[in-house]
């Protein structure tokens, strides 16, 4: 029996409109397999902290000059004057230490009042030392003799030192996670588990409390004892546990 070719016609469509519904037909039997599986799996969160103690042996010292005079505006340019001289001073003991870097903070000028009336003005100025925290306290004393003060005293590690310990306690932090998270997967009785997600956070250590603002006696060696900053990595994991 021969086909036409309207039959042929009919029996491409018939096929063409049973394909989507075959196709849909095995979408819904993978999706409840799909789902089963999603649900089978747990996720857990945790985290683990890991430190260590960097010395400190840079100490930033911020200094003073001051220069004030009874009288209106006429007498600032004399202040100014009387700063710079202060100042240039300044850097020129501290160009004289080995390894010290020092960088000026600008200089402000505000009126002076008494009982609420000016009667003259005040000019200061800043200037941030940094060096080898066995230097720093011989040439802070020096500076005070120059007529500087000492308005805080912040103790530092190295950038060396510091990139160093980051590294370290990264690959600490790391370590512990795994660890941390093969003993979660124990405990829960995980067939297999992977990580969904790590965050790492390291904190930049903070100056102890004592040297962070004070004023010392420039040759009092204890008062500027550096001690030891604090590196400390965060590591925080998702972990997909599959029972």
Request: aromatic share 2%; hydrophobic share 45%.
């Amino acid at each position: 029996m021969k086909r036409t070719k309207k039959n042929r016609l009919a029996t491409v469509v018939m096929l063409s409109a049973a394909l989507p519904l075959l196709f849909a037909a095995g979408v819904a039997e993978a999706a409840p397999a799909q789902a089963s599986a999603q649900k089978q799996q747990t996720v857990v969160s945790f985290a683990v902290t890991t430190s260590t103690a960097v010395p400190n042996t840079r100490l930033v010292v911020l200094l003073q000059a001051v220069a004030q005079a009874s009288g209106d505006a006429q007498v600032l340019p004399g202040l100014a004057k009387q700063l710079n001289r202060r100042m240039n001073t300044a850097l020129q003991l501290i160009e004289k230490t080995p390894g010290v870097v020092a960088q000026t903070r600008g200089m402000r000028s505000a009126p002076v009042y008494v009982h609420g009336k000016q009667t003259g003005w005040r000019l200061t100025g800043q200037i941030e030392a940094s060096g080898d925290a066995a230097l720093m306290p011989q040439l802070t004393g020096r500076l005070q003799a120059a007529g500087l003060s000492v308005e805080s005293v912040q103790a530092r590690p190295s950038a060396h030192a510091m990139a160093q310990a980051r590294t370290q306690q990264t690959v600490a932090a790391i370590d512990a996670l795994k660890h941390r998270a093969a003993t979660v997967a124990r405990a829960l009785g995980c067939s297999s588990w992977s990580f969904a997600q790590i965050n790492l956070d390291d904190q930049t250590p903070r100056p102890p409390v004592g040297l962070m603002r004070m004023a010392v006696a420039a040759t009092d060696k204890a008062a500027l004892a550096p001690g030891r900053s604090t590196v400390t990595v965060r590591a925080a994991a998702k972990l997909r546990c599959v029972p």
